[in-house]
C-alpha cells in the first residue's frame, strides 16, 4: 500500500450528494480482483454517454464534456471534493479501487458511508471529514480559481487552502499509523512472521498428522 504523508494536489469537485458505490464504480466492472485497470471506468454512467462494458477499450469512447473530470481545467486532478454521504450504496472495495487508480489520493467530504469510509483507509486512500460549511467554502473557492489545490498534511490533520488557512480533521490513531508507514491488512500481519513461523513449528510437533496429510507419496494418481 502507498505510504501517506502529505499530498498536495489539484481539486476536482463532484458536486453532488449521495453519490453511492454503483456511481463510483458500476456493478459490470467488478468481476476483476486485481485491484488494478478501473481508472478508466470511474464514474463511467456519467462521465461517458454510451454505456460501458468489462474490458472495453476506453479510448475512443464518447465523453460526457459537462462532467468535471472530462474537463480541462481538472485534468491531473488527485483530490476529490465530495458531498454528503459519499460512498453509500452496496459494499464494494473496487470503489477505492477505481479511485486510487484514477490518480486520487484523498477524498474530501462532510460525511461517508461506514463501509466505503473503512475501506478507504485499508488501500491507501484518505478519506477527510470537514464541516458542510469548510466544505462549502472549498466548493466555492475551486470554482472561482482554475488549478485550485489542496495540501492535505495527515502527520499533522490538517488541510491547507492556497491562502494558507489551515482546516483540521480528525482521524483514528491506529489508521493514521498504517497510511504513515503504507500498511495494509497483508502488511501487517506479515510484520508478525517470526511469531507465526514459530507456532507454526511448534504445531507440527505437536500434531504432525496436520501437516503430513497432503504429501506427495500420498497423492493420488
Not at 454512467?45 to 464518447?62: F, H, K, M, T, W
Not at 504432525?208 to 506427495?216: D, E, K, N, R, T
Amino acid at each position: 500500500m502507498k505510504v501517506f504523508n502529505q499530498h498536495k494536489g489539484t481539486v476536482a469537485p463532484i458536486d453532488r450528494a449521495n453519490v453511492d458505490t454503483d456511481m463510483i464504480i458500476p456493478k459490470q466492472f467488478l468481476k476483476s480482483i486485481k485491484r488494478s485497470g478501473f481508472g478508466v471506468y470511474l464514474f463511467d454512467e456519467i462521465r461517458y454517454l454510451d454505456e460501458g462494458v468489462a474490458d472495453q477499450d476506453c479510448s475512443n469512447r464518447p465523453l460526457n464534456e459537462d462532467f468535471v473530470l472530462n474537463q480541462s481545467r481538472y485534468q491531473g486532478s488527485s483530490v476529490l471534493l465530495a458531498r454528503v454521504n459519499f460512498g453509500c450504496g452496496s459494499s464494494r472495495e473496487h470503489a477505492p479501487w477505481a479511485l486510487e487508480d484514477f490518480g486520487f489520493r484523498t477524498v474530501i467530504a462532510p460525511s461517508f458511508a461506514d463501509i466505503f469510509y473503512n475501506n478507504c483507509f485499508k488501500n491507501g486512500l484518505l478519506p477527510v471529514v470537514l464541516s458542510e460549511q469548510i466544505v462549502d467554502q472549498l466548493f466555492s473557492e475551486c470554482a472561482a480559481t482554475e488549478g485550485y489545490q489542496l495540501n492535505v498534511d495527515l502527520q499533522r490533520q490538517v488541510v491547507i487552502t492556497p491562502s494558507g488557512e489551515e482546516h483540521s480533521f480528525e482521524v483514528e490513531a491506529f489508521r493514521k499509523h498504517c497510511l504513515l508507514k503504507g500498511l495494509d491488512d497483508i502488511d501487517l500481519t506479515l510484520q508478525n512472521t517470526a511469531d507465526i513461523c514459530a507456532y507454526e513449528a511448534k504445531r507440527k510437533l505437536a500434531a504432525p498428522w496436520l501437516f503430513g496429510a497432503i504429501s506427495p507419496e500420498n497423492s493420488v494418481g
